[in-house]
């Protein structure tokens, strides 16, 4: 059986992720390294005065921005192993075969020749990722436990709200030496999932893109929130933006 990396920790530093795959097919292992760096730097944590001071408005504004920057980091920061989870042959889009989480209860696309691993679940928290042999490229299904307040997308605020919220958190331009660009590119609402389309850019690096969907579902014992990232570098744009879209807007769930 495959063996599991340790969780890599949210709000870090950017950091290197290596994949280590056992694949179940033949028996043999594939040895993958991907270079998924975490791009949003260490998030302030609220002074304890601010957690103290009455007022639902204020606690649940830090609670929100918490678990969006959270979900968003873990997107590129995972381990894996590879999944014993269904994968069809057959689908309507091109060149691309169906991955059923019955589990998880979510399906999405992928392109046929791109590999498939799960981090093992931690507490409330569970990882997907898809990837191709080569390159920086990659479509995750991060999992998140919501808390009681949060029970639909709108519990967030209006898409458009969310997206700036999303973004402005990840942005450190603004610091001395200036940290990571994040840019807003568009974000629409749509049969109750976020659509979300950003670029990241660290200082003298590729800039990334990336492609988001958020939705959320009850899994019987508590609401979850699903967010879909797909992410390709600027030079890796024409080879990997169209499929990356499509994977992302396919995902539904089941």
Known sequence: MAS?????PLFLRPRTCH??????????TISRKSYLQCCNNKEQEPEPEQVQKPGF???????????????TCAAFSFPEIISNMALADNDNIEGFRVFTDDVNKFQISIPQDWQVGAGEPNGFKSVTAFYPEEGFSSVSVVITGLGPDFTKMESFGKVEAFAETLVSGLDRSWQRPAGVAAKLI???????????????????ESCKHLFSALGMANNGWYNRLYTVTGQFVEEDSDKYSSKIE???KSFKFI
């Open 186 to 204: 568009d974000c629409k609402s749509s049969k109750g999932l976020y659509y979300i389309e950003y670029s990241l850019q660290k200082p003298g």
């Open 19 to 28: 994949f280590f795959a056992t694949s179940n097919n033949t028996g043999t």
């Open 57 to 71: 408005g204020l606690q649940c504004q830090a609670k929100r921005r918490q678990v969006l920057l959270g979900t």
């Open 246 to 248: 499509k994977a992302v």
């Open 4 to 8: 599991v990396a340790s969780w890599h």
